[in-house]
């Protein structure tokens, strides 16, 4: 008997044509093997010829004690023969229109070796389930997308576009892109002719500079203008310290100015600061530190308010968020901006609706800028400070060029005590301060003696000292 389809094996003699029929019946159903039902448990009353059969459980008859058996009925024979699967065949039932294997103890639907089709209904999908069991995913309904909804493919409603992105755009022009963590962030449209880059990391609308770098248009302003001359706030990194404030340190007036342009608000309240990039991080007080930007800065029209930390702000006395816009300004008129309760740096107010990135000036420029508020000369023991001359015997003075126009000429001199006018003999007197133009300060040295008219000398601190022009606002 052959192993596989269990064949009778022939031997020589008439009687084998016997074997030899029945070996053909069986490879007649087995070949190409056509199954009618396989749900059958008791045998049809009129089998046609070579009807097989799969015998179900529990059966009856004359199949009784056949579960599972291939059953077919020849009638030449007029009797049923069965026929014990093993394990691999490979039948096709009719009436199902689908292909049974038997794996050695069942009879199971055969799917070519892939995955079982889950799908029962037009428009459903196949998703994978637990352990990547194919799954049945019935359609949506109309307008629904395929999306994760709490980490599982679901049909669910389009949202900001898809993606469950939310739209912050709210104009005509604006762009989507990341901001930080990849939230999607409103980028207003630029002026005419501007085009989208990359500017200190960040994408902004500004003019194509043809490799320069030069900005020719940001915010409505045009000409040759550098993105970190549109900021109007003078030392926004707190860079620039020329009175020597020490961090933390309480003032003791109102409105007392620290770092350079910027003022404590309360008295007794202060204003820390620590290095940060090129210049510093300051932390505001409750009362706020504040500074006032000069009208003629101002042409009027909506500005835009942006800085990096945790402090709040106000302009004019008027909340603003960070990258938020004012009402219309007045051309002209002087603005104050505010920052409270929290840390500070790289602040930036300019022109337009659109909050572009800082950009340093170089340091010797921000220098000058805050010059045309406060000059501080600083001198140790014995250094000169001016080249004088005695116009009689008891005065002395001296006209120093300022480093730009100050602002007014009715700016504060403070003229630390100490200084002496050399010539070569140390002279003493009442000191004194003055501009005589914005850019054009006047030493002198009165009440002295010994002085001889039409000598020079010089002006200097035996032990140090400052002279400070405030014209603040």
Not at 142 to 163: M, N, T
Not at 243 to 269: H, I, K
Request: aromatic share 8%; glycine share 14%.
């Amino acid at each position: 008997m052959t192993t596989k389809l269990a064949l009778t094996d022939l031997a020589n003699g008439q009687a084998n044509y016997l074997n030899a029929n029945a070996s053909f019946a069986q490879l007649n159903q087995l070949v190409q093997a056509a199954v009618l039902d396989k749900d059958l448990a008791t045998p049809p009353g009129s089998p046609a010829d070579e009807a097989l059969y799969i015998v179900a459980a529990s059966p009856t008859g004359a199949w009784s004690g056949h579960a599972k058996d291939l059953a077919y009925w020849l009638s030449s024979v007029g009797t049923w023969t069965f026929v014990t699967p093993r394990e691999g065949m490979l039948v096709h039932v009719n009436d199902e229109d689908a292909f049974y294997k038997y794996d050695g103890s069942a009879w199971a639907i055969f799917t070519g070796g892939g995955m079982a089709n889950p799908m029962t209904t037009a428009g459903d999908v196949i998703v994978g389930g637990s352990s990547g069991t194919p799954q049945r995913l019935a359609k949506g309904t109309d307008g629904q997308v395929l999306k994760v909804v709490s980490g599982a493919i679901a049909w669910a409603a389009e949202s900001g576009g898809g993606g469950g992105m939310t739209n912050p755009m709210t104009t005509e022009g604006d762009l989507i892109v990341g901001g930080a963590s990849g939230t999607p962030t409103r980028l207003a449209k630029g002026a005419d002719n501007q085009i989208l880059k990359v500017v200190s990391g960040a994408l902004t609308w500004a003019a194509e500079s043809g490799g320069g770098g030069a900005v020719s248009s940001v915010n409505g302003q045009t000409g040759a203008v550098l993105l970190a001359e549109q900021n109007l706030l003078i030392n926004g990194n707190f860079a620039i310290n020329q009175r020597g404030y020490v961090s933390a340190t309480n003032t003791t007036a109102a409105n007392q100015y620290t770092l350079d342009r910027w003022r404590v608000v309360t008295s007794g309240q202060n204003l820390a600061f620590s290095a940060s990039g090129l210049g510093n991080q300051i932390t505001a007080p409750a009362g706020g530190v504040e500074q006032v930007v000069e009208g003629n800065n101002i042409q009027g029209g909506v500005y835009t308010l942006s800085w990096t930390g945790t402090a709040t702000a106000t302009v004019n006395g008027t909340s603003i968020s960070n990258g938020g816009q004012t009402s219309s300004l007045t051309a002209g008129s002087n603005v104050t901006i505010r920052f409270s309760g929290g840390t500070v740096s790289l602040a930036k107010f300019e022109k337009g609706s659109v909050a572009t990135p800082f950009e340093a000036r170089p340091y010797s420029l921000e220098l000058q800028l805050c010059q045309r508020y406060c000059v501080v000369y600083t001198l140790g023991s014995g250094q000169g400070f001016a080249i004088g001359t005695s116009p009689d015997t008891s005065s002395a003075y001296s006209w120093i060029l300022l480093p730009t126009t100050m602002r007014t000429s009715s700016a504060a001199v403070t003229v630390a005590s100490g200084l002496n006018f050399y010539d070569p003999t140390a002279r003493s007197g009442t000191r004194a301060g003055q501009l005589q133009t914005p850019f054009l300060l006047q030493i002198s040295l009165t009440g002295s003696s010994g002085l001889t008219a039409g000598r020079s000398g010089y002006f200097a601190w035996p032990s140090g000292g400052a002279i400070t022009i405030d014209a603040e606002i």
